[in-house]
T-cell receptor, first 116, second 113 residues
Framework: DAGVTQSPTHLIKTRGQQVTLRCSPI?????VSWYQQVLGQGPQFIFQ???????GRGNFPDRFSARQFPNYSSELNVNALLLGDSALYLC???????????????FGEGSWLTVV | GNSVTQMEGPVTLSEEAFLTINCTYT??????LFWYVQYPGEGLQLLLK?????DKGSNKGFEATYRKETTSFHLEKGSVQVSDSAVYFC????????????FGSGTQLTVLP
């Protein structure tokens, strides 16, 4: 079975541009989360979506937005890119949305974004 | 707020050496604790987890015990291999919360033959 898949794997953007990153969760998983991992640091939580609704938001500016589609895939959008947005963006999926601490969270391999 | 503090790296060991990577946490409530591993060029993989105090998580020879009294979840392995070279992340998730993991900054492990 396919794991969490993300696209594109690498991309380069210019400051001020906009970017859209895509994620397909593991089949049957309804929860998708996004994380930003700056080089040399641990991942930081950006968003979580469950059943197409936002269920959690980290401490990121409004330039970051996301959505989840009826097939549970998700997009992360970042507007007005800054140099500091350069990072690995990780998508994660799990079965349940909240409350079930036993559900494992699976990560994709990420999308490397470089802003120049 | 919630936070995870990891032993700073990088850590370099010889093959078959004993490994300890320290992890302590601060949390409001009772978190589940995790160790994730990230191999070069890859995403995060769950290594092991523990969901309540005194639980021991184990996988692939790695172990970690949830110590509520010391708010710690140290990762150990008795005999490391070259293939264990990776970045290791300690993380927590609060019970009942969204699927939100709080990560430490990671510890780079290099095992030399």
């Amino acid at each position: 079975d396919a794991g969490v898949t993300q696209s594109p794997t690498h991309l380069i953007k210019t400051r001020g541009q906009q970017v859209t990153l895509r994620c397909s969760p593991i089949s049957g998983h309804k929860s998708v989360s996004w994380y930003q991992q700056v080089l040399g640091q641990g991942p930081q939580f950006i968003f979580q979506y469950y059943e197409k609704e936002e269920r959690g938001r980290g401490n990121f500016p409004d330039r970051f937005s996301a959505r989840q589609f009826p097939n549970y895939s998700s997009e992360l959008n970042v507007n007005a890119l800054l140099l500091g947005d350069s990072a690995l963006y990780l998508c994660a999926s799990s079965l349940a949305g909240q409350g079930d601490s036993g559900n494992t969270i699976y990560f994709g391999e990420g999308s490397w974004l470089t802003v120049v | 707020g919630n936070s995870v503090t990891q032993m700073e790296g990088p850590v370099t060991l010889s093959e078959e050496a004993f490994l300890t990577i320290n992890c302590t946490y601060t949390a409001t409530g009772y978190p589940s604790l995790f160790w994730y591993v990230q191999y070069p060029g890859e995403g995060l993989q769950l290594l092991l987890k523990a969901t309540k105090a005194d639980d021991k998580g184990s996988n692939k020879g790695f172990e970690a015990t949830y110590r509520k009294e010391t708010t710690s979840f140290h990762l150990e392995k008795g005999s490391v291999q070259v293939s264990d070279s990776a970045v290791y992340f300690c993380a927590l998730r609060l019970a009942g919360s969204a699927r939100q993991l709080t990560f430490g900054s990671g510890t780079q492990l290099t095992v030399l033959p």
